[in-house]
């Protein structure tokens, strides 16, 4: 008896030490059976505190929140779960012995700089759901060369050390280690995201497409090795700081088309020499400026795409053009510029030390315009690293921000329905039937996501009254040319008529209370509306439930209708000439990317009824969604 009592007894201790064996994994990986090493809030992964070298994100997880690995040393290896739908901003910054990174097919969402300084990354494969990206996703990742993108994923593309969006109308990124001297942009390319040659080992020189027509503000500074910069006669104008910090820059080509450079365009760049023709406005600007101004180009004249890796092009066709970074919406997207920071001619920008960059997080920080003031105060000094600088508001000789006392939730899109699905479940099950719902689980209440994707044959559908939800992407590039949305529907989800070129009419019910990112971007409906073909709606357009759907004004000063209950998503994004925006009380939430890079955006008024702000909804402006915090 006391045999069997031993033989038991090392059984079960085998058992036990088999059961730690795999909750720690091989390779001493980190399970779910090990929480007390994740900050798990919700469904957010907000920390990790563990040192082990192979980590494995519990399958409970949805969004890998901001920050969340940062700074960790000691992980060479993460597997991300298929429940993950959003990587944050920073997620992974300064992972400096990260080497591998899988990104599943159910992420949907990654955000600025999040795997910024992982130095030891070389591989990284990302799947076909990401459709929102951020700016400096791989800064000053020194080892990356080149990444894989899944063949259907339609809204990132990767091409001979490049990341673009879909269509490759906008370079994102040029990867810091991609091979060869030479980077000819393709000619698909039409914008530069900001920081896109940061930091580069490889490439010298660098011929910009000649569908270009602005070098925006930062997007070609601290390029690192590259030395020679050709500019193509498509281009206007060079913004702020846009060839900045370039200590390795010897000569920029700038035709005679360009006829708009700000005067800090190559600050910090001491060896550079302006190859221009003679009484062009680079001529002049070089002269008053001391740059050196040469009229015969000092750069290799063969400007051939290195592409060592012969990669061969991908025939993007006309795939869609949104990659929305952000985000249905890109509410972790951030590239938030701050001209009272770095403003000296001398200084060295670097993306971890610079709000605008979007790779730091934003966390605590108030920008000094956002301070309240008294009304009569038009201008303040305030210390910005180290400098005494003078900041005025001479529009109305006001100072803005955010209205004293206001107060929002700060949330992510994600987050924001699962508390009006919550507020839904609380509700007595005998309201009406058009009360808000944004969950829906039968098949029958909603249009599954890409159901008439791309059937160019589809020229009219009738919604049935039973029809709830009309999913992501449902009739995106579809034949459709009208649609009769019914009282039914309370949500319609990203892109889910995105580039219906032939749909000229919508009719979109009071009941509809949430719009996706894009959802009509590319109809024939929104850019008739926007051209002003026989209408008089004024420069916004509202529908549904009180949704701002649209913006067409050029107002510096815009004040937004009463009644409106929703800023949209994107609705005055790029809107460079809007500077305070009047918000009535009417207001309960504004949406991601709906003031993305209003640069000039120095503050609102009004806000009394505001309750929520989507993460992501400043990103680009003198303003941060955190300064709305309870």
């Excluded at 993007?316 to 997207?333: F, K, M, Y």
């Amino acid at each position: 008896m006391k045999r069997i009592h031993i033989a038991i007894t090392s059984v079960a201790v085998l058992g036990i030490l088999v059961l730690v064996t795999v909750a720690r994994g091989i390779g001493g990986g980190v399970t779910a059976a090990e929480d007390e090493r994740f900050r798990i809030n919700g469904t957010t992964l907000t920390k990790y505190l563990g040192t082990d070298t192979f980590v494995s994100i519990p399958d409970t997880v949805t969004t890998i929140g901001e920050e969340a690995f940062s700074g960790n040393e000691t992980m060479t290896g993460v597997e991300i779960p298929d429940s993950i739908t959003t990587i944050s901003y920073n997620a992974f910054k300064n992972c400096t012995a990260l080497k591998g990174v899988i990104v599943p097919d159910t992420v949907e969402k990654i955000g600025p700089g999040a795997f910024e300084g992982c130095t030891a990354l070389t591989s990284v494969e990302i799947g076909e759901g990401v459709r929102s990206w951020g700016t400096g996703v791989f800064a000053n990742c020194d080892s990356l060369a080149k990444i894989s993108v899944d063949k259907d994923n339609e809204y990132l593309t990767y091409y001979n050390g490049a990341v673009y969006n879909g269509n490759m109308t906008m370079l994102y990124q040029v990867l810091p280690r991609r091979e060869g001297e030479n980077y000819a942009m393709p000619e698909t390319v039409k914008e530069i995201d900001t920081y896109a040659f940061w930091n580069l080992k490889n490439t010298k020189n660098v011929k910009v497409s000649s569908a270009v027509s602005m070098i925006p503000k930062q997007s070609m500074s601290s390029m690192g090795s590259v030395e020679n910069v050709v500019l193509p006669d498509s281009v206007t104008t060079i913004g702020e700081k846009a060839l900045a910090n370039n200590a390795n820059l010897k000569q920029a080509a700038v035709p005679a088309s360009v006829t708009n450079i700000d005067k800090k365009a190559f600050a910090g760049s001491p060896n550079v020499k302006i190859f221009t023709s003679k009484s062009s406005a680079a001529d002049t600007f070089g002269s008053n400026n001391n740059i050196p101004v040469i009229y015969k180009a000092e750069y290799p004249t063969d400007f051939m795409d290195s592409n060592v890796g012969l990669e061969e092009k991908p025939n993007v066709g006309e795939r869609p053009t949104d990659n929305t970074t952000s985000t249905e919406t890109a509410d972790e997207d951030v590239t938030t510029d701050n001209n009272t920071q770095n403003d000296s001619e001398d200084d060295v920008s670097q993306p971890q030390q610079k709000p605008s960059s979007g790779f730091q997080s934003t966390e605590g920080y108030i920008h000094p315009l956002d301070v309240p003031e008294n009304d009569d105060v038009i201008g303040k000094t305030v210390i910005v690293a180290g400098k005494a600088v003078l900041l005025m508001d001479n529009h109305k000789e006001r100072v803005y921000g955010v209205p004293d006392g206001v107060q929002a939730e700060v949330v992510t899109e994600s987050q924001a329905k699962e508390q009006e699905r919550q507020e839904d479940d609380s509700t007595d099950a005998s309201e009406d039937k058009n009360s808000i719902s944004v969950t829906y689980q039968k098949e029958d209440e909603s249009i599954a996501q890409r159901k008439f994707y791309k059937q160019k044959s589809l020229t009219e559908y009738e919604i049935s009254e039973t029809i709830k939800k009309i999913g992501r992407l449902a009739f995106a590039e579809s034949g459709l040319k009208t649609v009769d949305i019914p009282e039914s529907v309370t949500e319609i989800e990203y892109g889910a008529f995105l580039s219906c070129v032939d749909l000229a009419d919508v009719k979109i019910p009071a009941t509809v209370s949430h719009i996706g990112t894009k959802a009509f971007e590319g109809t024939a409906w929104l850019n008739n509306w926007r051209n002003g073909d026989g209408t008089s709606d004024g420069d916004f357009l509202i529908v549904g439930d009180g949704i701002l759907l649209a913006y067409k004004g050029n107002s510096a000063h815009v004040e937004i209708p009463d009644g409106v209950k929703q800023i949209g998503s994107e609705v005055f994004k790029g809107h460079t000439e809007i500077l305070d925006v009047a918000v009535p009380a009417s207001v309960t939430k504004i949406c991601a990317e709906a003031f993305r890079n209003c640069s000039e955006l120095t503050g609102l008024t009004g806000c009394e009824g505001l309750k929520t702000v989507i993460r992501g909804a400043f990103y680009g402006t003198q303003l941060s969604e955190e300064n709305f915090k309870k």
